[in-house]
């Protein structure tokens, strides 16, 4: 149990469809992220909330839409994907400003666009 | 233009030996290096950390070495065991007012560790 929590597990979805990825995290952290690990590439950041407010988007297409209700939800809306858009999907948080620096990840969304 | 890079992308390493994963970074305003260690179908889990202010830490049978002349940081693991074998990430943090704690990964290499 790593306290961040991602939801669903695995997911195959069409070109044509909207979907939602979630996370939670129970660790008290003020900053949650989503990484994109496709294959045989290091993790790529896509989007930074601190404090609930969204500090980061690396140029990641629209076809991707974070959402941070608070500090501990996170989504990931997806809708019109494409197949290159396969990959591992991690939700990630940290203590921004603590004493402890790393950050916690969940177990991943396994996205498979068909 | 990657900023953290494992050149080796796998290591193979007899049970009971060193293993040693390098890393090199080229950012100068990276200010803490994080190794992770990622199983399949799973997230990464934190394994050791150092701050730029250090050139060693050590944790039971992880250490961790930076050398910031050389922008390079290497985890040792000894005597590794087969069930360290998994994907290893080095990750560096950003002491940069905007970056909120964002890290940067290397893109990971693959160490086996036979019994």
């Known amino acids: 149990e790593t306290g961040v929590t991602q939801t669903p597990r695995h997911l195959v979805m069409g070109m044509t469809n909207k979907k939602s990825l979630k996370c939670e995290q129970h660790?008290?952290?003020?900053?949650m992220y989503w990484y994109k690990q496709s294959a045989k590439k290091p993790l790529e950041l896509m989007f930074v909330?601190?404090?609930?407010?969204?500090?980061e988007n690396n140029s990641v297409p629209s076809r991707f839409s974070p959402e941070c209700p608070n500090s501990s939800h996170l989504f990931l809306h997806l809708h019109t994907l494409q197949p290159e858009d396969s990959a591992l999907y991690l939700c990630?948080?940290?203590?921004?400003?603590?004493?402890?620096?790393?950050?916690?990840f969940g177990q991943g969304t396994r996205l498979t666009v068909v | 233009d990657q900023q953290v890079k494992q050149n080796s992308p796998s290591l193979s390493v007899q049970e009971g030996r060193i293993s040693i994963l390098n890393c090199d970074y080229t950012?100068?305003?990276?200010?803490?290096f994080l190794w992770y260690k990622k199983y399949p179908a799973e997230g990464p889990t934190f394994l050791i950390s150092?701050?730029?202010?250090?050139d060693k830490n050590e944790d039971g049978r992880f250490t961790v070495f930076l050398n910031k002349s050389a922008k390079h940081l290497s985890l040792h693991i000894v005597p590794s065991q087969p069930g360290d074998s998994a994907v290893y990430f080095c990750?560096?943090?950003?002491?940069?007012?905007?970056?909120?704690?964002?890290?940067?990964f290397g893109q990971g290499t693959i160490l086996t560790v036979h019994p």
């Open positions: 950012n100068s305003m990276f200010d803490y």
């Open positions: 150092i701050s730029s202010i250090k």
């Open positions: 990750a560096a943090k950003d002491a940069g007012g905007t970056s909120y704690g964002k890290l940067t």
């Open positions: 909330y601190n404090f609930k407010e969204q500090t």
């Open positions: 990630a948080s940290s203590q921004v400003g603590g004493r402890r620096t790393e950050a916690f």
């Open positions: 660790l008290g952290h003020n900053a």
